[in-house]
């Protein structure tokens, strides 16, 4: 029995020192916020329903402190001095009961019998309450929100005049919010990071209408995890929807102008089928018979049809005779003749009218050509090559490009004769002149003896197709050998040689050592 | 919205019931009003005296003492203070005061009417003038217009919001 009765009185004691010691924290941290906060001596704050006044002093002063209080200015009454050290300072308190409020309190304190301080106050007014118990935070189930909740202060009467602070940071980052909240004791976070933990702070304070007071400490921070982010099925069906209107969208789009896609993605291969009607198709390729049977409708057709640069033909013509250029007048007519039943055709593709003098003028050589080679001298309206060997004076026209009128000069020393003509395209007339051709010129011409006259000129017809010829620069050697101005810009070996020429169209092979003249 | 219902109470001739005015937040407002009023007087200590006495309600609570007392008791005392009250504020109307201080009397005067209309909505019984002729025992003086709206403040965010805090109308079906 005494046993027993011991030990209960044993954990009676430990309940009694664990309350005054929650007490005590409570109690010490108010005091030492009071001290940095409140400027009066005397501090007072109301715990519960319970009126704390204390002040502080130095340690070293050993005084005996008396603390007096009235209300509404009747008798005095003494109230219990108690003390707490704190570091080099005494705090001296003393708690009135049941404080009476919404009346004017008078206090004084009085040391060694003389007033220290004296302050009157309404205890309602300096309400320090402790942190709110119970802070709760809990996920609601909906992303980005925790809910959170707490319990009032256990003060009757006063639980309507509460205000409250709640602090909510993700953990690790020192950026917090603040959320005010009245009366309520509870509160939905919004607006939080999904799959995130947050930590929780909470403090209170009377609202200032009926009761006033100071905020309390924060309570201990409370951790809450936010769900994670949930795709919301009806969003997701939305976002299909959607996505499947934007993809027919585009299809129709892509078919409405799917040629127009296409042609700019793939573009046709130009092919002049469109300019031949029917010659692949009906003719199987077969340009002659094509021709034939469509001579007709060829002649209506428009010069600017064929907008291809033609080749312009190169001919070289001979000095022999200067007069050779003056057709007979019925070959003026047969040529009018030629023009007039080629009318469709471009004059490209049609024979120039002096290639009939030239045929003509060829086959007077070729029957006698010891006449032929002293006046030949073929005139034409096309690009040609005129030989000029040994003349220093001679002018020399560097063409580079084909369709300019190709003027070469093989000058040879005394001689100064320069002629131009315009070369025949198609025509593979050779004029006259002396010496042989290489065989990269194609051409056909009189198989005659051109009489030399000093070297004399050389004049040869050259079709110039701009594909079947070697058109290369002369070197420099060559050039010198040629004469300063001389700059050829075909590679073409021409031999002037007093001997005949071959007429039969067997190429000229290049290169004979027997005969010397300007070398391409 | 609140004065609508108020004006509309306090018309005479109407023959509806009130309703009753639970929501503290309306005498949270009248109370606002009153620390205007006390403030601004706070600061006219000396200019504001009267030679007069003002008697005035006591304004004390021991929540205890007031705890034991019941519901006529409780509206007996709020009742007599209020007509206390609006008689002494009443009286500075007579005098020559500054028009700051003029409109915080007819303020006050006017919030101390709509809280008589809030305790008739409240089913509080009216106020009765005592009969035996002597002081009542709850009364005390003051001698200055500062103090008697000090005495007013207190007065409304103490007995009178205690009374409406707990009017029995404001719990009925609260277990």
Not at chain 1, 453 to 474: E, I, L, Q, R, T
Not at chain 2, 92 to 110: E, F, G, K, M, P
Request: glycine share 6%.
């Amino acid at each position: 029995m005494t046993k027993m009765r011991s030990n209960r009185l044993k954990i009676v004691f430990m309940v009694c020192l664990a309350i005054v010691t929650i007490g005590g924290q409570h109690f010490e941290s108010k005091v030492a916020q009071l001290l940095q906060d409140e400027t009066e001596h005397i501090k007072c704050f109301v715990e519960r329903k319970d009126l704390t006044c204390f002040w502080e002093e130095r340690n070293h002063l050993h005084h005996q402190y008396t603390f007096t209080y009235s209300y509404e200015n009747k008798n005095k009454m003494a109230c219990a001095v108690s003390s707490l050290l704190a570091g080099n300072k005494t705090i001296f308190f003393c708690k009135l009961p049941k404080t009476p409020f919404f009346t004017t309190l008078d206090v004084q304190v009085l040391r060694d019998g003389r007033m220290l301080y004296t302050r009157s106050l309404n205890a309602e007014n300096f309400l320090f309450l402790d942190p709110p118990q119970n802070l709760t935070v809990m996920s609601s189930g909906k992303e980005g929100q925790l809910n959170v909740s707490w319990l009032p202060p256990p003060l009757k009467y006063m639980d309507d005049s509460m205000i409250y602070e709640v602090r909510y940071a993700a953990e690790g980052s020192n950026m917090g919010k603040v959320e005010v909240v009245k009366v309520s004791t509870m509160l939905v976070l919004l607006g939080l990071q999904s799959d995130t933990r947050y930590t929780v702070w909470a403090r209170v304070k009377p609202d200032g209408v009926a009761y006033k007071g100071y905020w309390s400490a924060w309570t201990e921070p409370v951790f809450g995890v936010t769900p994670p982010s949930d795709v919301d099925p009806l969003i997701v069906l939305l976002v299909l929807f959607i996505g499947l209107i934007l993809c027919l969208l585009s299809l129709t789009v892509i078919l409405s102008h799917h040629k127009f896609l296409l042609k700019k993605l793939w573009p046709d291969i130009p092919t002049p089928e469109h300019k031949f009607p029917g010659l692949f198709t009906v003719y199987k390729g077969d340009f002659k018979e094509w021709m034939s049977q469509n001579n007709g409708s060829m002649w209506g057709r428009s010069a600017h049809v064929y907008t291809e640069e033609l080749p312009s033909p190169l001919e070289v013509l001979s000095e022999v005779s200067l007069t050779s250029h003056g057709m007979s007048q019925r070959e003026e007519e047969e040529e009018k003749e030629s023009e007039r039943s080629d009318s469709g055709l471009t004059d490209r593709w049609r024979d120039p009218p002096h290639a009939h003098w030239l045929m003509e003028q060829l086959r007077a050589l070729q029957e006698n050509p010891e006449s032929r080679c002293q006046s030949s001298l073929l005139q034409s309206h096309d690009t040609y090559v005129t030989l000029n060997q040994g003349d220093n004076e001679q002018q020399v026209y560097d063409v580079f490009e084909e369709t300019l009128p190709l003027q070469t000069l093989f000058t040879t020393a005394g001689t100064s004769s320069l002629s131009t003509s315009h070369s025949d395209l198609g025509s593979l007339q050779q004029s006259l002149g002396s010496g042989r051709l290489s065989s990269r010129s194609s051409f056909e011409y009189p198989n005659h003896t051109w009489p030399h006259k000093g070297p004399g000129y050389a004049y040869m017809a050259v079709a110039d197709s701009g594909v079947s010829m070697d058109y290369s620069p002369m070197s420099s050697s060559r050039i010198a050998e040629l004469g300063r101005h001389r700059m050829y810009t075909n590679d073409y070996k021409n031999e002037i040689c007093p001997h005949k020429w071959p007429l039969s169209g067997q190429h000229i092979k290049s290169g004979s050592e027997s005969c010397t003249g300007p070398v391409w | 919205m609140f004065y609508i219902k108020l004006v509309y109470w306090t018309c005479p001739g109407l023959s509806s019931p009130l309703r009753p005015i639970c929501d503290l937040r309306v005498l949270d407002h009248f109370i606002k009003e009153a620390w205007d009023a006390e403030a601004a007087l706070r600061a006219c200590k000396d200019a504001c005296s009267t030679a007069t006495n003002f008697t005035v309600p006591l304004t004390r609570v021991d929540f205890d003492v007031w705890e034991a007392m019941n519901i006529e008791e409780q509206a007996q005392e709020v009742q007599s203070g209020i007509h206390v009250l609006n008689e002494a504020i009443s009286s500075l109307q007579a005098s020559n005061q500054t028009d700051v201080l003029q409109s915080h009397i007819d303020a006050s005067i006017s919030n101390i009417a709509s809280i008589r209309q809030v305790l008739r909505s409240l089913s509080i019984p009216e106020y009765v003038p005592p009969t035996s002729g002597g002081e009542d025992k709850e009364m005390q003086k003051v001698s200055s217009i500062s103090e008697l709206f000090q005495v007013h403040i207190n007065f409304l965010r103490g007995k009178v919001r205690l009374l409406l805090a707990n009017a029995p109308v404001c719990h009925q079906g609260v277990s």
